[in-house]
């Protein structure tokens, strides 16, 4: 007879691992743990900080608990990665979740008995009792039924509590035992063989939402959810909210999250069409509710004097050369006194944690244009897809003093960048910004954009220079999507040319369809000298002093991973394509291959390899020439002035 595997042991249903993420507010973390101290001393207990201006203060609470197990992150990964990380470290415990801004009142044991005694039980929460005297809800408050759309707008107009138990609130109206919908996560302890059943958080959420969906993902596959009773005081308080009170720009980000992820979640139970009937009527929501008028104003207070109100556009915030653009070109506005909204018209994503909390987020409908004020003027700035060109034209369609300008960073394709209906969109703007004056002439070669064109460079943040060092074989370094266009088997076969004595290494850093393609047209001969790392979090964990940069780019506009490089001193071999050549300053700081074919890498690699190209030299030329012509305060300047052009021709109207 084969023995079954147990799903959890003694051990781990009586002593669970603890795990905290903390986010500001280091007083209530510590009330937090000395209560996790006192009522489950066997516990391990494991806090993960994601940086906040108070992170330095948690670090020295730290040495106050040297029996937890602390990870400072060095930026806000979000809520769902920071407990997916906690997940793997605590691993094979079971799994308490715990706010930092609730306090136990006892050990639990209702509930680790709970967990440990019934089958197919996916989570367990206590009643929770708020430590906010104003709080007029009910212990089991944390349980909720599953979510709609009608009980996501009730609950978002804040109408829930009034109307408990009744098919338009998500709250119950009596205890229940087991829940339809999700327990809220202030303390939740989830069954370790449930969570690697179901898998990890969805990171897509970042912050709110998270923990729904996976209790919803464990309903659909036979799982259960439990409320303990406490049949007296609940062996839990919690502030609710406390690591973003007092600041109203967190708070608005919160939000924004809030809103943004109770759209994901409907769209993932019930489909996009759902989702975004909820985000309209979001909107008409906030505009007849006072609170909701009253937050959004408080956001606007710190506008810069007579500055124009700016939007962005993008369908998501993912890892796109345009995208992180977008968000530096944001941050820099809203730090001069600008006014900036971010839209994004499919979904968020990971590039969230990047975005300044001063920056109004929001998650609309492409058909949905987004609201201001009739009084105001405003400049929208949409990217050349066409969803955003679609959506900017109906913007500016509603309403007088705005203006639409559309910043392309396509790079150019011949014989047509744009399909003939997506350029008849981008005539009917205010205006285009091109990279530059080769990206702008590429674009229009075989097509009309707009008669009114303004240039803005890229800009990347201020990297770590180092010397290029000599002393190692050169690392040949690739940084980016891995697809045909991006030319790795040119290299790849280049490489595989140059003399047997050569030294040095390939290292490929990125993903993308290609990457199995590639992997298997490697020659056996130089095999070993090739290096793959997938993605990774930017160039700060790429480059090192050794490295050389290749870009063999069949087409780009102005890459930013040559920008990059440049800035910390790293030398670039690039593909003579459309903006290359003048961030190369013509071949003075970076080397210029003219002519795409394997021949010509091959002596570009070679001239390298044999010393006839002077480095060091160069790479320190390329700093200099980055950071006087590509920075973000670059970038800003030129579109504050494009901005400017812009809002004086909204006035003279």
């Known amino acids: 007879m084969v023995a079954t595997a147990l799903p959890f042991t003694p051990r781990q249903a009586r002593d669970p691992a603890v795990c905290i993420v903390s986010y500001r507010r280091p007083d209530l973390l510590r009330l937090c743990l000395q209560s996790v101290r006192l009522h489950l001393p066997q516990s391990q207990v494991y806090v993960w900080d994601n940086w906040s201006p108070d992170s330095q203060s948690i670090r020295k609470l730290s040495s106050d608990f040297p029996e937890v197990k602390w990870s400072m992150s060095a930026a806000n990964i979000g809520f769902a990665a920071a407990v997916n990380r906690l997940a793997d470290l605590s691993a094979p415990a079971n799994i308490l979740l715990l706010n930092p801004d609730a306090e136990l009142r006892n050990g639990l044991g209702d509930v680790l008995s ?3 005694s019934e089958s197919r039980v996916a989570a367990v929460a206590p009643e929770v009792g708020s430590a906010d005297v104003k709080h007029h809800g009910q212990p089991w408050d944390v349980t909720h039924k599953k979510p709609g759309l009608l009980k996501s707008l009730i609950s978002h107009a804040g109408y829930s509590s009034r109307l408990r138990g009744t098919p338009f609130s998500d709250l119950y109206r009596n205890r229940p035992t087991e829940v339809s919908g999700y327990l809220t996560g202030a303390c939740l302890l989830i069954l370790r063989t449930a969570w690697e059943e179901i898998g990890k958080f969805d990171e897509n959420f970042y912050l709110y939402g998270e923990e729904v969906d996976w209790q919803q993902r464990a309903r659909a596959r036979g799982w259960s959810l439990k409320l303990v009773s406490s049949n007296g005081q609940p062996p839990v308080t919690h502030v609710g909210g406390a690591t973003s009170a007092g600041e109203v720009a967190i708070q608005g980000r919160a939000s924004d999250l809030l809103r943004a992820n109770q759209a994901l979640l409907l769209s993932k139970l019930y489909g996009r069409a759902r989702s975004d009937v909820f985000l309209a009527l979001l909107s008409v929501i906030d505009r007849l509710q006072t609170s909701k008028r009253h937050q959004m104003s408080l956001r606007e207070r710190s506008k810069l004097r007579g500055s124009p109100s700016v939007v962005l556009t993008s369908n998501t915030l993912g890892f ?3 995208e992180r653009q977008r968000v530096l070109l944001a941050n820099e506005l809203v730090k001069r006194g600008y006014s900036v909204k971010f839209t994004c ?3 968020l994503g990971p590039l969230v944690s990047e975005l300044d909390h001063r920056v109004q987020l929001e998650r609309r409908p492409w058909w949905l244009p987004p609201t201001t004020k009739a009084s105001e003027a405003t400049i929208l700035v949409s990217g050349t897809t066409n969803t955003e060109v679609v959506h900017s034209y109906l913007w500016r369609a509603l309403r007088h003093r705005r203006r639409w300008l559309v910043a392309a960073h396509t790079p150019p394709i011949c014989p047509r960048t744009y399909s003939s209906l997506l350029s008849f969109g981008i005539r009917r703007s205010d205006g285009v910004i ?29 990297g770590t220079f180092h010397t290029f060092d000599t002393s190692n074989p050169p690392r040949f370094v690739t940084l980016g999507r891995i697809t045909t266009v991006k030319g790795h088997s040119l290299l790849i076969d280049a490489l595989a ?16 369809p290609d990457r199995e393609h590639l992997l298997s047209a490697i020659p056996a001969r130089i095999a070993d000298r090739v290096r793959w790392y997938g993605s990774v979090s930017g160039p700060d964990a790429v480059f090192q002093p050794s490295d050389i940069l290749c870009l063999p780019s069949e087409r ?5 991973v040559i920008l990059e490089a440049m800035m910390r001193g790293v030398p670039v071999i690039a593909s003579a394509v459309c903006s290359v050549p003048q961030m190369l300053d013509n071949g003075r700081v970076g080397i210029l291959v003219h002519t795409r074919t394997v021949e010509e890498w091959r002596d570009a690699l070679d001239r390298v390899l044999c010393g006839r190209e002077p480095l060091e030299h160069m790479a320190g030329e390329a700093a200099g020439h980055v950071r006087a012509r590509y920075t973000v305060r670059e970038m800003t300047d030129a579109y504050v002035s494009i901005l400017n052009r812009s809002v004086t021709r909204v006035s003279n109207k």
């Open 114 to 116: 709970t967990i440990a």
């Open 497 to 512: 040319r140059l003399p047997i004595d050569r030294q040095w290494t390939f290292h490929i850093y990125g993903d993308g």
């Open 434 to 462: 091109a990279l530059d004056e080769a990206h702008w002439r590429e674009l229009t070669a075989s097509q009309k954009l707009n008669n009114s064109v303004s240039f803005a460079p890229n800009g990347v943040p201020k």
């Open 345 to 347: 018209l499919q979904s």
């Open 556 to 560: 780009e506009a102005q890459p930013l």
């Open 320 to 322: 796109g050369g345009a």
